[in-house]
């Protein structure tokens, strides 16, 4: 394999890993504000889930079934949108402790007969962007291609503009981010010839529209030298980062463009912000993984993660996968995955997340 194929390949493991532990350093704080949060968890940000180890929520789950149907059908993006379905289907039968209002709604429409390509919701909440990383360091050497499978990646779930707009924007940075150094203006000049593509309808449109200005904001901030925090603060969002993905992406893309090449202080920057940590975590530790790959992730974050199947080495192979297959490469399907294991594991994690939301509950306020 060449030396770009062994880069990608080294990209698109860093990119899942980075997700992965994003999500699982993120889930502890989610749904607590940032004044809070810093008075329950004080001192280095470190896997807080279950005594010191870290479990991974639905954020690393789509993440690994997006590349596991890319790994099937990395060439037909109506293949990959089927096939993403039905995995999205399994899923929720086996009863996940965290799934998003839109993405269960699309998904009981999947499992009343309705084709992939209309069984998506109006909303534009965060969950293309979660599983937007991967396509983006997959397919960002291919524009076209890229864009028909974060097109059905979406609409699976979201029919919303802005979810796409959203899912470009975490995509391009992904992929952007193996590159090297990036300016916003470089990626907001590169982010305009995905926007022209897009159906321009007045929904679109406005989408878009808004979404500039966000990222004029995003510029200013940063000529500005402004914190994260700061910038939050600018949005409205000084209690937490919501999962609408005009309030998730602009954050993440902040703190990446500030931390490009340091993982560890972009994912403590994030979660110190609150609010929907374990995905705004997770999204940026998808962009930012792929720029440093496994190498540039704390090895006590990796180590710490106590979870099945999702773990570690699962995400590699996957990661194998993937690498092999969008380059037509014959490759073994993902590992079938036992469904009653899989709800058994799902119970146990449903637990343990109560259990700390209870603690959650006792001081300090």
């Known amino acids: 394999m060449s030396q770009d194929n062994d880069r990608q390949r080294e990209a698109l493991q860093g990119s899942l890993l980075g997700l992965m532990v994003g999500d699982a350093i993120g889930l502890p704080c989610e749904g607590i504000g940032p004044k809070r949060l810093a008075r329950l968890f004080p001192g280095p940000l470190r896997h807080r889930l279950l005594f010191g180890k870290g479990m991974v929520s639905d954020d690393s789950e789509h993440a690994a079934m997006t590349a596991a149907a890319m790994a099937r059908y990395g060439s037909d993006a109506d293949q990959f949108a089927r096939n993403l379905a039905w995995r999205l289907r399994w899923w929720l039968a086996r009863l996940p402790a965290g799934v998003g209002l839109a993405t269960g709604r699309a998904i009981i429409k999947l499992w009343l007969g309705f084709p992939a390509r209309r069984s998506g919701v109006w909303s534009a909440g965060n969950g293309p962007a979660m599983r937007a990383p991967i396509i983006g360091v997959a397919l960002g050497a291919e524009p076209k291609r890229l864009l028909a499978y974060l097109r059905a990646s979406t609409l699976l779930t979201h029919r919303d503009p802005k979810a796409l707009v959203g899912a470009i924007a975490a995509a391009r940075a992904a992929y952007l981010a193996v590159q090297g150094q990036v300016e916003i203006a470089s990626y907001k000049s590169d982010l305009q010839w995905f926007f022209a593509q897009l159906e321009q309808s007045k929904e679109t449109l406005v989408a878009i529209s808004e979404f500039n200005a966000l990222l004029e904001s995003l510029e200013l901030a940063?000529?500005?030298?402004?914190?994260?925090?700061?910038?939050?603060?600018?949005?409205?969002?000084?209690?937490?980062?919501?999962?609408?993905?005009?309030?998730?992406?602009?954050?993440?893309?902040?703190?990446?463009?500030?931390?490009?090449?340091?993982?560890?202080?972009?994912?403590?920057?994030?979660?110190?912000?609150?609010?929907?940590?374990?995905?705004?975590?997770?999204?940026?530790?998808?962009?930012?993984?792929?720029?440093?790959?496994?190498?540039?992730?704390?090895?006590?974050?990796?180590?710490?993660?106590?979870?099945?199947?999702?773990?570690?080495?699962?995400?590699?192979?996957?990661?194998?996968?993937?690498?092999?297959?969008?380059?037509?490469?014959?490759?073994?399907?993902?590992?079938?995955?036992?469904?009653?294991?899989?709800?058994?594991?799902?119970?146990?994690?449903?637990?343990?997340?109560?259990?700390?939301?209870?603690?959650?509950?006792?001081?300090?306020?």
Do not use: C
């Open 222 to 365: 940063l000529q500005q030298g402004l914190s994260p925090a700061q910038f939050a603060q600018q949005l409205g969002l000084e209690r937490g980062v919501t999962g609408y993905m005009y309030h998730t992406m602009p954050i993440v893309l902040y703190v990446w463009l500030q931390h490009q090449h340091d993982y560890a202080a972009g994912i403590a920057q994030i979660v110190a912000l609150g609010g929907d940590t374990d995905t705004t975590a997770a999204i940026l530790g998808g962009i930012l993984g792929a720029g440093v790959g496994e190498k540039g992730i704390p090895a006590s974050w990796l180590q710490g993660i106590r979870d099945w199947p999702f773990n570690p080495d699962y995400f590699r192979g996957l990661a194998e996968r993937v690498a092999l297959a969008i380059h037509e490469e014959k490759t073994p399907p993902a590992p079938l995955l036992p469904g009653p294991l899989l709800l058994l594991r799902n119970l146990a994690f449903l637990v343990i997340v109560l259990w700390h939301g209870f603690r959650r509950l006792a001081p300090p306020y």
